[in-house]
């Protein structure tokens, strides 16, 4: 009983001091979670990609686009099951603000490579159908307020005009970390008016998407891809899907090391401002823990002491903000609709998080507890009155 | 009592105790040399500074002695190491102090019963005891009071009964009065009287009052470091 009831009471000695601590904890623990969840979502595209799937792309960079010509020669490689293709549009929806990935596909060899994207049946026949129709996800639907049958204009900054065109179909995702922010339209009807403007600029792809037979052949089919257009006009870079999904987050690297940074950064604050807490709670009770050691006690019971309020503190605040996560990550992927395709707080995200409450309330407590352990029986009487 | 071949309880051999300050060694306790039997009342005088304290914390097994021996029924407490020490004062000692120095997050049962945890002994075993043991100290009405709650006195005297309840060998109280008013500072000193005529506790007390004093058996009187007279007061 003595135990466990004095850690208890104790911490609840100072009310307001351990309610400020705890809110501290909240916020941190909070925050820890909600920019870890950020850095996740920023990967999200990696995670789901299929290792089946090559995507082969001009070796000089994403912006410089493939003739359409290629697509025959790469399903002639040894390897190869199917071939599709598709282009970055990058059009504006009402305001730039509003971002979600636009592109011109191939509709039936396109969704043919992609079983996780789930369309009723008559929805993707119309689809089809309509050159100028449109397919859209889910989530990008739901945030845009898009139906079956609305006409979307987009304002095109790499294929200039207004573009306009009429859902045809909404997809859904075969779980929830399925990118359902995608808007898709048909490539013909891209090519043909481009064909119209400026005719150097047709027949032109911004990647090949290739089916592998079997995927534990990545690296071979990629390199047998490769050399066939080595030294041509347009040198090709193929890698698997999730390598490429990797390299496009790698063009904004920086910012996601900056958020981790500064998410590992708000836990060692709070860790500072509870061990100093549990300095200062540690220092006023030493004449107590002189008194616990007179009566034979021994100093791990003491120490225990201490170690067991700034657990129980930190892991306390740790469970209310793990607990607010959830709603907050919400509320947030709310906010910035399909800037983020999906925004989920992982379990692995939870598991820091209890990780880093547990961090803290260790690590706070280390020299405290120390102090506490070591308090000569003499002095630390002496101190009272 | 002269006449008694059995061995004292505390026998003090010898113990000399210094303090260094700033570079400055300053002697507290000279060669001290003392013996009490088992069922003594014993108080120690003597002005502020003196060592009375220090002296009482040798003997309590709280503080260590540069030179001599304190043996206490037999066993040279000034040998024994940090942990083992740790279990016989848990075991052999009750302490009482001025400012009581109870837990405050704990009730007065609690209070009483934290001693006991150290014991080998069931929850319901240590809940009869302290019980007992607060009743017999005139707090039975007020076990689930939390120190702020109480009196000085009857914080005192839940200090008394959290000395107690482990019946150890002897108690050592440093002026366990000093910060009662009158009346409070008879009851407590009644109380530690009956603890030694009817439980035959040992009882070494600190004290400046010389009134306290005098419930006391004997009296020893150190100054500057040194014991300087003992009276044997009347019963
Ligand atoms: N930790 C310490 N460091 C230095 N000097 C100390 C220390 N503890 C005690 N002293 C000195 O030892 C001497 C004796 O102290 P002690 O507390 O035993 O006196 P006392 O007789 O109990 O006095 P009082 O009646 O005021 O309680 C004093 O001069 C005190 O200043
Ligand atoms: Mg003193």
């Given at each position: 009983m003595p135990f466990l009831v004095l850690v208890l009471r104790n911490a609840l000695r100072h009310k307001l001091r351990t309610a400020l601590t705890v809110v501290?904890?909240?916020?941190?623990?909070?925050?820890?979670?909600?920019?870890?969840?950020?850095?996740?979502?920023?990967?999200?595209?990696?995670?789901?990609?299929?290792?089946?799937?090559?995507?082969?792309?001009?070796?000089?960079?994403?912006?410089?686009?493939?003739?359409?010509?290629?697509?025959?020669?790469?399903r002639a490689v040894a390897g190869v099951k199917a071939v599709s293709y598709a282009n970055w549009f990058g059009g504006i929806y009402q305001k730039p603000a509003n971002f979600f990935p636009q592109f011109a596909i191939e509709p039936e060899s396109y969704l043919a490579m992609y079983p996780e994207y789930r369309v009723p049946e008559e929805e993707l026949r119309a689809f089809v159908r309509d050159r100028k129709g449109a397919l859209v996800g889910r989530k990008l639907a739901d945030t845009y307020g898009f139906r079956v049958g609305d006409t979307v204009p987009l304002r095109g900054t790499i294929y200039p005009g207004t573009w306009e065109f009429t859902v045809r179909g909404i997809y859904d995702g075969e779980d929830a970390k399925t990118d359902t922010s995608q808007f898709f339209f048909h490539w013909d009807y891209l090519n043909e008016t481009?064909?119209?403007?400026?005719?150097?600029?047709?027949?032109?792809?911004?990647?090949?998407?290739v089916q592998l037979e079997d995927a534990d052949r990545a690296a071979a089919v990629s390199e047998a891809i490769d050399a066939q257009f080595a030294?041509?006009?347009?040198?090709?870079?193929?890698?698997?899907?999730?390598?490429?999904?990797?390299?496009?987050?790698?063009q904004t690297e920086a910012i996601v090391v900056a958020i981790r940074v500064v998410s590992y950064v708000v836990i060692v604050i709070i860790l500072a401002v509870m061990a100093n807490t549990m300095a200062m709670t540690a220092r006023e009770r030493l004449s107590e823990y002189a008194t616990l050691k007179a009566l034979g006690f021994p100093p791990v019971f003491v120490a225990g002491l201490v170690l067991g309020e700034s657990l129980a503190i930190a892991v306390a605040g740790g469970a209310i903000g793990?607990?607010?996560?959830?709603?907050?990550?919400?509320?947030?992927?709310?906010?910035?609709?399909?800037?983020?395709?999906?925004?989920?707080?992982?379990?692995?995200?939870?598991?820091?998080?209890?990780?880093?409450?547990?961090?803290?309330?260790?690590?706070?407590?280390?020299l405290p507890m120390r102090r506490a352990a070591r308090v000569n029986i003499v002095e630390g009487l002496r101190a009272i009155g | 009592m002269s006449g008694v071949a059995a061995p004292p309880l505390v026998r003090v051999a010898g113990v000399s105790k210094s303090y260094r300050r700033g570079g400055q060694v300053v002697p507290v306790l000279a060669d001290i040399t003392l013996d009490i039997p088992g069922g003594a009342f014993l108080g120690l005088m003597g002005p502020s500074?003196?060592?009375?304290?220090?002296?009482?914390?040798?003997?309590?097994?709280?503080?260590?002695?540069?030179?001599?021996?304190?043996?206490?029924?037999?066993?040279?407490?000034?040998?024994?190491?940090?942990?083992?020490?740790?279990?016989?004062?848990?075991?052999?000692?009750?302490?009482?102090?001025?400012?009581?120095?109870?837990?405050?997050?704990?009730?007065?049962?609690?209070?009483?019963?934290?001693?006991?945890?150290?014991?080998?002994?069931?929850?319901?075993?240590?809940?009869?005891?302290?019980?007992?043991?607060?009743?017999?100290?005139?707090?039975?009405?007020?076990?689930?009071?939390?120190?702020?709650?109480?009196?000085?006195?009857?914080?005192?005297?839940?200090?008394?009964?959290?000395?107690?309840?482990?019946?150890?060998?002897?108690?050592?109280?440093?002026?366990?009065?000093?910060?009662?008013?009158?009346?409070?500072?008879?009851?407590?000193?009644?109380?530690?009287?009956?603890?030694?005529?009817?439980?035959?506790?040992?009882?070494?007390?600190?004290?400046?009052?010389?009134r306290a004093a005098e419930r006391a058996h004997s009296i020893m009187h150190l100054e500057k470091g040194e014991l300087f007279a003992h009276e044997e007061l009347p019963r």
């Open positions: 501290g904890i909240v916020v941190a623990i909070l925050s820890f979670g909600l920019l870890q969840t950020i850095v996740a979502a920023w990967y999200a595209g990696a995670d789901k990609a299929a290792p089946d799937r090559l995507v082969t792309r001009n070796a000089i960079s994403l912006t410089f686009p493939l003739p359409l010509a290629y697509r025959d020669k790469v481009v064909k119209k403007r400026s005719r150097g600029r047709a027949d032109q792809v911004g990647v090949l998407i030294s041509s006009l347009a040198e090709t870079l193929t890698e698997t899907e999730r390598a490429f999904q990797i390299g496009f987050v790698k793990i607990a607010l996560t959830f709603p907050a990550a919400d509320a947030f992927a709310a906010r910035v609709g399909t800037l983020f395709p999906v925004f989920q707080v992982a379990q692995g995200t939870v598991g820091l998080q209890l990780a880093a409450a547990a961090l803290v309330g260790l690590v706070a407590a280390a | 500074g003196s060592g009375k304290s220090t002296l009482l914390n040798l003997i309590a097994g709280i503080d260590k002695p540069d030179a001599g021996s304190i043996a206490v029924a037999g066993v040279d407490i000034t040998r024994l190491p940090e942990a083992e020490l740790a279990d016989w004062r848990a075991a052999n000692v009750g302490f009482i102090f001025q400012f009581y120095n109870l837990m405050p997050v704990l009730s007065a049962l609690e209070n009483v019963e934290l001693p006991l945890t150290l014991a080998r002994m069931d929850r319901r075993e240590r809940r009869e005891r302290a019980q007992a043991t607060l009743e017999l100290v005139g707090l039975g009405d007020r076990m689930e009071h939390f120190p702020s709650e109480l009196s000085g006195g009857q914080q005192q005297r839940v200090a008394i009964a959290r000395a107690i309840v482990t019946d150890p060998r002897i108690l050592v109280a440093d002026e366990p009065t000093g910060d009662l008013d009158r009346h409070s500072a008879e009851e407590i000193l009644a109380l530690m009287d009956r603890l030694n005529v009817d439980l035959g506790k040992t009882i070494v007390m600190v004290t400046h009052d010389r």
